[in-house]
């Protein structure tokens, strides 16, 4: 069964506008939750991760909220550009096992 | 510095036959994955690679086998293929495979099976 579950499927968001994407996990054993930016013909790239212990983290545009108790956490671009449009992957892992659970993804198209 | 490599980048195959593929970890880094992603699917974890041995597994039947090199590259063979294992096949490394570290992915390669 899919250990993270990712909505939506697909974003269409104007250029300066912000995209939001949600992940939901069960495995509460999950500790470390990064996002990867995959775009035509590349392997995922690593955008940014945050851990349990922090309930926000921001590294520029890109924003991680995570809610333990909900066992939720979102992903926010700011000020979209069209050089954003790709596809976003969450993923979760937990301590001592390197091994990552992706969520199914999510195309985003960021219009100009 | 070289980031993961992986060859080839596109491998067509007919159903039984067998395959290998390969990867060059980034430069430093002792541990690879690899991970299976069909088509509009997040990557799949098939198993995790270090000091040689195959330390971690996930839900992948016996047919995916792999090999880890003294020079840290990998191969992932797959017997007996099925249509069902058309996929793009990622390698990531990283080090120390129980610090959780940030995992650097290859461009892949592409797998059609007829």
């Known amino acids: 069964q899919q250990q993270v579950k990712q909505s939506p499927q697909s974003l269409i968001v104007q250029k300066g506008g912000i995209s939001i994407i949600n992940c939901a996990y069960e495995?509460?054993?999950?500790?470390?939750f990064p996002w990867y930016q995959q775009f035509p013909g590349k392997g995922p790239a690593l955008l940014i991760a945050i851990r349990p212990d922090v309930s926000e983290k921001k590294e520029g545009r890109f924003t991680i909220s995570f809610n333990k108790s909900a066992k939720q956490f979102s992903l926010h671009i700011m000020d979209s550009q069209p050089g954003d449009s790709a596809t976003y992957f969450c993923a979760a892992s937990t301590t001592g096992a390197n091994n990552l659970f992706f969520g199914t993804g999510t195309r985003l198209t960021v219009i100009p | 510095d070289a980031g993961v490599t992986q060859s080839p980048t596109h491998l067509i195959k007919t159903r039984g036959q067998q395959v290998t593929l390969r990867c060059s970890p980034k430069?430093?880094?002792?541990?690879v994955s690899w991970y299976q992603q069909a088509l509009g699917q997040g990557p799949q974890f098939i198993f995790q690679?270090?000091?040689?041995?195959?330390?971690q597994r996930g839900n992948f039947p016996d047919r995916f086998s792999g090999h880890q090199f003294p020079n840290y590259s990998s191969e992932l063979n797959v017997n007996a293929l099925l249509l069902g294992d058309s996929a793009l096949y990622l390698c990531?490394?990283?080090?120390?495979?129980?610090?959780?570290?940030?995992?650097?992915f290859g461009p892949g390669t592409r797998l059609l099976v007829l």
């Open positions: 690679y270090y000091e040689e041995e195959e330390r």
């Open positions: 990531a490394s990283s080090l120390n495979p129980g610090a959780q570290e940030t995992q650097y």
């Open positions: 430069s430093g880094h002792d541990t």
């Open positions: 495995n509460t054993a999950f500790d470390y």
